[in-house]
T-cell receptor, first 119, second 111 residues
Framework: GAVVSQHPSRVICKSGTSVKIECRSL??????MFWYRQFPKKSLMLMAT?????????EQGVEKDKFLINHASLTLSTLTVTSAHPEDSSFYIC???????????????FGEGSRLTVL | SQQGEEDPQALSIQEGENATMNCSYK?????LQWYRQNSGRGLVHLIL?????REKHSGRLRVTLDTSKKSSSLLITASRAADTASYFC???????????FGKGTTLSVSS
């Protein structure tokens, strides 16, 4: 199956710093990638839809200036948590759809997630 | 906001037993998907059932869909310790652009 690589898997940073998380589709092109946030023992909350070459579409309640998303190529999307605070500590997961294989209703391929801890 | 609601939230069974998880959703759908997540990992797609299907099988997995009740169930037969994970149902959002996940069922299978 298609592989999505997410990096880093774990990151610890000081409050006030910015952290960048990368999401790469390794063997397919992804015009659309998705960023989710997951709290402990909770479900995934969609943060934003990342579209290659255009601005991301953010879900209601997600701060655009806080969570910067860039999707500069068909295989890479990045999420930057700016001026991170302890409440931003969470598990962030990216996913991508192989549009060529599965169409708009098909399965998503997920990265392994990035655990962010803000001290 | 979340579309699906899984039931039960947690399920503990012995190896060899069957595990049934239910999912209810709110809006009309084109398809419903089930995913599995091992602790601290990403999600893995298990099965997709379309709105015009009532039942689908994949190995030890059996998924049913009742669009009149807006509900789906995932049955894992002859469970194994390796089936221990969280299971989520997911449907497309109203815009049809992204998957929205339910709260999930945490399954623990004891050997």
């Amino acid at each position: 199956g298609a592989v999505v690589s997410q990096h880093p898997s774990r990151v610890i940073c000081k409050s006030g710093t910015s952290v960048k998380i990368e999401c790469r589709s390794l063997d397919f092109q992804a015009t659309t990638m998705f960023w989710y946030r997951q709290f402990p023992k909770k479900s995934l909350m969609l943060m934003a839809t990342s579209n290659e070459g255009s601005k991301a579409t953010y879900e209601q309640g997600v701060e655009k200036d806080k969570f910067l998303i860039n999707h500069a190529s068909l295989t890479l999307s990045t999420l930057t948590v700016t001026s991170a605070h302890p409440e931003d500590s969470s598990f962030y997961i990216c996913s991508a759809r192989d549009a060529a294989a599965s169409g708009s209703t098909g399965e998503l391929f997920f990265g392994e997630g990035s655990r962010l801890t803000v001290l | 906001s979340q579309q699906g609601e899984e039931d039960p939230q947690a399920l503990s069974i012995q190896e060899g037993e069957n595990a049934t998880m239910n999912c209810s959703y709110k809006t009309s759908i084109n398809n419903l998907q089930w995913y599995r997540q091992n602790s601290g990992r990403g999600l893995v797609h298990l099965i997709l059932i379309r709105s015009n299907e009532r039942e689908k099988h994949s190995g030890r997995l059996r998924v049913t869909l009742d669009t009149s009740k807006k509900s789906s169930s995932l049955l894992i037969t002859a469970s194994r310790a390796a089936d221990t994970a969280s299971y989520f149902c997911a449907t497309l959002n109203q815009a049809g652009t992204a998957l929205i996940f339910g709260k999930g069922t945490t399954l623990s299978v004891s050997s």
